[in-house]
Each structure stands twice: as structure tokens, then as C-alpha cells.
């Protein structure tokens, strides 16, 4: 019995096994180192095609070897090889990746020096040359990995499709994992992952599971058949991220859940985090979280509020707001910003409202409105009114003029009522608005209101004029009224200003507008006071 030694190219004796010599069995012996390479993970591929120019020139066409585990490409001779008659040749990828011949002798094959990968055997005699190619022609490989467990036991293999490389573990309980020595990384893409952290997949769900101390983060539970869907691609960012328990960031960030919420956080403390984009080749931050106040900040590195925005120039819109948008024909469009004092509110105390002055308009009215109540999540109310022309509703909904106050408008020395009224000559047919109901008079009874007082021609034109009547002087000393005449359309329909009783209307200069029972024909529009002393009024203009 001979043992096996467990290697290549030994030659054996003993128990009358003879020892195969290469003077005695060439050229066999030398085919047979030849091929011993070939196991070693040397051979050739394919490619190589031979062209015979002349008797004994070759000419040999580019081809692949597999060296030491890696394919590499040989280019074709520059020049024909030439073979020597009745002699065994190798014609070889040398350690040069140039294609060369090895000349034996007549009855050896030569033998290969290091670094070569075998082509073919050739030999010439004196009519033709024959060529005995130890090519592969392999078209795919796999790696099976083992260890040493009294014999061959496969722990895992590498192999490979058209979509991609694929490293199983042959043991549903055994790990892969990927250590670097010392202070070296394992890089994934350019995701590089320090050294004392690993990378390890178990079979089960194809999960990839990266491992920094005791946390973990699954990249792309993968199922049993993999789809596109299912790749993991650091450069078309399509991978999922599951977060388990949490992961770090080079030191500073940590990606983590709790209660199935994603948490994004700071590990350093007080550090910022900072949202930033490739803006045309220029790293232009966004948005930056304060890590030492709490604050958000967008166009600002240095926040003074929970939330700062500032715009990049002058005179710029700086937060926009929309919804989106009433039904074109038929929703009125409006948006809506809300404001409470109370967190458990879930309506707003009070509002901001934009609304579309109608349907398929983009002009529109601004409200403000409160709530009025004291009842929790009461809807506010409509209180101020600017509509898109530029008029002003205090407790009026449907401004007409410039400002519309419904209610009382106080100031620091007078609390007063606005009312307008609109006198004309012919009560039957231009009526008043909201003027005295039966006669062409107005007596001036409310001495807490601003009265507006303008006059028209009557449709017919009246044929009497208009009186405004002051009340009586007595009691009311000191009082003051004011009058605004927006318009006074005169003769035949003149305005008239008269006293009660025995009291008079005067002028600043005590000159008398009106006498005892008599009147003041005003001629001119503008804003008057009225200052009633003991038995007079004194009236002037003062715009």
C-alpha cells in the first residue's frame, strides 16, 4: 500500500510501487505537472486560437487565465513562437501575462518556471506540428469553504449569478462574519465600518445585520428569492433601513427607535444636527437643529426660537403658506392658521384666515377671529375683517367704506358711536339710510356719537331745506360733538344748523350764526365740533 501524502507532483515508493521517472515516462510525467497547476487555481480559459504562419511558426491569439484566484486578459504574441522538430513544448502565459514557449527535448516536456499558466503542449515533427490545449473553457465557478472536522465539513459557498455574489452558509446556526485585523475597516461600497464593529448575516430571512457594541441595524431583510425590489444598493440608495435596536453614525449621530418611533439624535452633547444639500456642486445647509437650546433654525445657524426662519435676501416671501384650494366653480378656497394657549385644546382659540372673496377667484379677504366663550374647544369667531380692497370691518363682516366699526371704538379721551346718516329733500322717494323716519330734520340727540351727515338732491328735488338741531345748551355745558359733512348738496336743498329754544350758535370770534330760534345755512363740507357752553354752541371747522 502506498499513503497519500496529500500533495502535488510527490513521487511515492515503497511496497514494490515503482517511482515514475521522466526519462523512463515522458512525456507523461511532465502533462502531469503540467496539470498539477491547473488544480492550483492556475490554468487558462478560453481564447488563445493558434495560427500556424510557416513549418514551425505560431502565431497565438489573445485569451483569459485564471491566476491565483483572480481573471485576468492576455493579449496575443507580438511575434510568431517558433517550435524546434521532434522537441515537446508548453506554451505558456508567463509572469508577465506575455504569451511564451518552453522548449523540452525529445522525449520531456519542459518543465514550467514560476509564475507560468499553461496554454497547451505542442510538438514538431518533420511534417506537422500538433498542439494539446489545457484550457478549461470554464464559464462560471463557486468557492466551497470548510474546516477541518476529522475530514472535509463545507461551512458555507460563494457563487454567483448575472445579478449578483451570493456568500451561504451551508449551517442554518452558523454566522458570517467580517473582522479586520487591528485598526483595519470593512468596507461595504464606501460605507467603511470600524474595526470593532461586524457585519454578519444569518440565512434565515437573508438578513445583513450591522453590529456596533450591543446595537443592531437590519439593512434589507431580504426574502428567500431576491427581486430587484429586494437589492441592497448603496449607490441607487434603494436599501430599507431597519432600525432594531440603534446604530451610530461615525460618533456623533445615532439612529434608533423607540415604542416604533425613529428617533434621530445627537451623541455628543450640545451638538447640532444639520440638514444639508449638494446645491449645484456647493454643500448648502437647509435647516439646522440647535443641540444646546432645542431650536430649529432655516436660513439661520444661530436659532432664537423653536422655529427661526430667515430668508437669504431682502424683501423676499419668507414662509409660504397653502392648502390645497377650493374646488374650481363650486368650494370657496380657504387656509386657516390656528393659535392656542391651551396644549389639550384640539381647536384653536384663536384663528388667521385667507379666504377666497368667491368661488374660482384668486383675490381674496383676510379674517381675524377669537373665541367668545369660555368653553373648551369652542370655534372662534369672526371679530376683524380686511377685505382685498383694502377696507377694514371691526365687528362687520362686509366692510363698505375705508373702516366699518359696529360696536364702540374708544380712545384716550373719548368714547364714542359712530353713525352715518344720508339726508335728502324728497323723504318718499331717497328715504333716509339710516336717517329720521318721518320729517327733513335730524336733532342731534346722542352726545356720545361722531355723526356722518351727508345730503343729496331728492328724486323729485325737494323744495325745503334740512335741518340739524342741536339740543338744548342747558345740562349738556361742556359737551362736545363732533360732525363730519361729507357732502352738502345746497340749494334748493340746503342744510340748515338751528338751536333749541333761546339758545344761539356762535362762531369762535363770538359772532353769531344763528340767532334765538333761528339757523346757520352750511354751505361747506368738512369735519366741525360743536362746544356747547351756557345758552350757545359754539360751531367752527377744523378740516
Not at 474595526?195 to 428567500?224: E, F, R
Amino acid at each position: 500500500m502506498v499513503s497519500n501524502p496529500g500533495l502535488y507532483s510527490r513521487f511515492t515508493t515503497g511496497s514494490s510501487l515503482g517511482q515514475i521517472l521522466d526519462a523512463a515516462d515522458a512525456p507523461h510525467t511532465g502533462l502531469i505537472k503540467a496539470l498539477s497547476l491547473g488544480l492550483g487555481q492556475n490554468y487558462a480559459i478560453s481564447g488563445f486560437n493558434i495560427t500556424k504562419n510557416s513549418v514551425t511558426a505560431l502565431a497565438v491569439a489573445s485569451g483569459e487565465i485564471f491566476r491565483d484566484g483572480e481573471l485576468v486578459s492576455v493579449s496575443a504574441t507580438s511575434s510568431d513562437l517558433t517550435l524546434t522538430a521532434n522537441v515537446y513544448h508548453l506554451i505558456v502565459v508567463n509572469s508577465s501575462n506575455a504569451i511564451v514557449i518552453r522548449t523540452g527535448t525529445i522525449t520531456t516536456v519542459p518543465d514550467y518556471s514560476a509564475g507560468d499558466v499553461i496554454i497547451a503542449a505542442a510538438k514538431h515533427d518533420s511534417t506537422e506540428s500538433h498542439i494539446q490545449y489545457l484550457t478549461l473553457g470554464k464559464t462560471k465557478n463557486s468557492v466551497s469553504i470548510a474546516r477541518d472536522n476529522s475530514g472535509y465539513t463545507e461551512m458555507g459557498t460563494i457563487t454567483s449569478d448575472a445579478d449578483s455574489i451570493d456568500i451561504a452558509t451551508t449551517n442554518s446556526n452558523a454566522d458570517i462574519n467580517l473582522t479586520p485585523h487591528g485598526t483595519g475597516d470593512v468596507k461595504l461600497g464606501t460605507l467603511a465600518i470600524d474595526g470593532d464593529q461586524t457585519v454578519g448575516a444569518g440565512q434565515d430571512g437573508h438578513a445583513l445585520i450591522y453590529t456596533h457594541s450591543n446595537a443592531k441595524a437590519a439593512l434589507a431583510a431580504l426574502p428567500a428569492t431576491y427581486s430587484d425590489s429586494d437589492a441592497v444598493s448603496a449607490v441607487e440608495a434603494e436599501s430599507t433601513l431597519v432600525l432594531q435596536s440603534g446604530v451610530t453614525v461615525g460618533t456623533d449621530l445615532k439612529l434608533s427607535t423607540s415604542s416604533n418611533n425613529v428617533v434621530i439624535e445627537n451623541v455628543t452633547q450640545d451638538k447640532d444636527i444639520i440638514f444639508q444639500i449638494d446645491d449645484g456642486g456647493v454643500d448648502t445647509e437647509v435647516m439646522r437643529i440647535d443641540g444646546s437650546t432645542s431650536r430649529i433654525g432655516i436660513g439661520t445657524t444661530t436659532p432664537d426660537a423653536k422655529l427661526h426662519i430667515e430668508a437669504d435676501a431682502n424683501d423676499e416671501v419668507v414662509l409660504h403658506l397653502t392648502t390645497e384650494g377650493g374646488t374650481s366653480g363650486s368650494v370657496q378656497g380657504k387656509a386657516h392658521i390656528g393659535m392656542s394657549h391651551f396644549s389639550s385644546d384640539t381647536v384653536p382659540s384663536a384663528t388667521i384666515t385667507v379666504e377666497e372673496i368667491d368661488v374660482s377667484d384668486h383675490r381674496a379677504n383676510m379674517t381675524f377671529s377669537t373665541r367668545a366663550t369660555a368653553s373648551a374647544n369652542a370655534t372662534p369667531t369672526e371679530k376683524v375683517r380686511i377685505t382685498y380692497d383694502g377696507k377694514v370691518g371691526i365687528g362687520d363682516t362686509s366692510p363698505s367704506t375705508t373702516l366699518d366699526v359696529n360696536g364702540d371704538v374708544s380712545g384716550d379721551k373719548f368714547l364714542v358711536e359712530s353713525i352715518q346718516y344720508e339726508l335728502a329733500s324728497d323723504f318718499t322717494s331717497a328715504g333716509a339710510i339710516p336717517g329720521p323716519a318721518s320729517a327733513p330734520s335730524l336733532t342731534l340727540t346722542d352726545t356720545d356719537s361722531i355723526y356722518r351727515i351727508t345730503t343729496s338732491v331728492g328724486n323729485p328735488p325737494g323744495t325745503a331745506a334740512l335741518d340739524v338741531v342741536f339740543p338744548a345748551t342747558s345740562g349738556n355745558e361742556g359737551l362736545v360733538l363732533k360732525i363730519i359733512f361729507p357732502a352738502i348738496a345746497g340749494a334748493p336743498d340746503d342744510l340748515l344748523l338751528k338751536s333749541s329754544g333761546s339758545d344761539t350758535i356762535i362762531a369762535p370770534d363770538n359772532s353769531v350764526l344763528a340767532a334765538s330760534g333761528g339757523s346757520h345755512t352750511l354751505t361747506t363740507a368738512g369735519v366741525y365740533e360743536a362746544i356747547c357752553i351756557s345758552g350757545s354752541w359754539i360751531f367752527y371747522k377744523i378740516s
